[in-house]
T-cell receptor
Framework: NAGVTQTPKFQVLKTGQSMTLQCAQDMNHEYMSWYRQDPGMGLRLIHYSVGAGITDQGEVPNGYNVSRSTTEDFPLRLLSAAPSQTSVYFC????????????FGPGTRLTVT | DQQVKQNSPSLSVQEGRISILNCDYTNSMFDYFLWYKKYPAEGPTFLISISSIKDKNEDGRFTVFLNKSAKHLSLHIVPSQPGDSAVYFCAASEGIQGAQKLVFGQGTRLTINP
């Protein structure tokens, strides 16, 4: 099993550009989520999904869109990047009704200039 | 408003000694708590958890203590090893459904000195 994979590892965007951060898992987990990590802030939940076709907002959803068309994939879209979205982004997955343990990907470091 | 707080940004401990990492929370609805460990350039990995029906949970060198009245939990690592050097995050949730919406603390960077 590859676990949770994220692409790209690094990305630099100009203000106003759009992009999609990719996340995939091969563990057949129903739950997937996106977090951002900023210095002194810990990890903050952006969006999450409990299954294909179901998404919900987390603590900091503004400026981000998600969709879940398959169990395996959960892409995060930035429609118009802003410098405030400079951060490290982590995707995670979890088997619902089994444990509370979320499995995290290696992260994507995004810089918006 | 930070609902989960780790007030020590960093901690330095000698190899072989005990490391104690602390975490405070303000939301009395939190009833499940987790610790994650993070190495540089990697995602966090689950370490240990505790439910509010317990006040202690042990897994090898790692023990988590929960004091519900003080809204405080701590992670003890005994004995500390160089490989324990990492950033540790505590996280909290409200029940089973709440596990879908973890709230993390800011993290504590632990350095184990030889």
């Amino acid at each position: 099993n590859a676990g949770v994979t994220q692409t790209p590892k690094f990305q630099v965007l100009k203000t106003g550009q759009s992009m999609t951060l990719q996340c995939a898992q091969d563990m057949n987990h129903e739950y997937m989520s996106w977090y951002r990590q900023d210095p002194g802030m810990g990890l903050r939940l952006i969006h999450y999904s409990v299954g294909a076709g179901i998404t919900d907002q987390g603590e900091v959803p503004n400026g981000y869109n998600v969709s879940r068309s398959t169990t395996e994939d959960f892409p995060l879209r930035l429609l118009s990047a802003a410098p405030s979205q400079t951060s490290v982004y982590f995707c995670a997955s979890m088997l619902l009704a089994s444990s509370y343990e979320q499995y995290f990907g290696p992260g994507t470091r995004l810089t918006v200039t | 408003d930070q609902q989960v707080k780790q007030n020590s940004p960093s901690l330095s401990v000698q190899e072989g000694r005990i490391s104690i990492l602390n975490c405070d929370y303000t939301n009395s609805m939190f009833d499940y708590f987790l610790w994650y460990k993070k190495y540089p350039a990697e995602g966090p990995t689950f370490l240990i958890s505790i439910s509010s029906i317990k006040d202690k949970n042990e897994d090898g060198r790692f023990t988590v203590f929960l004091n519900k009245s003080a809204k405080h939990l701590s992670l003890h690592i005994v004995p500390s090893q160089p490989g324990d050097s990492a950033v540790y995050f505590c996280a909290a949730s409200e029940g089973i459904q709440g596990a879908q919406k973890l709230v993390f603390g800011q993290g504590t960077r632990l350095t184990i000195n030889p």
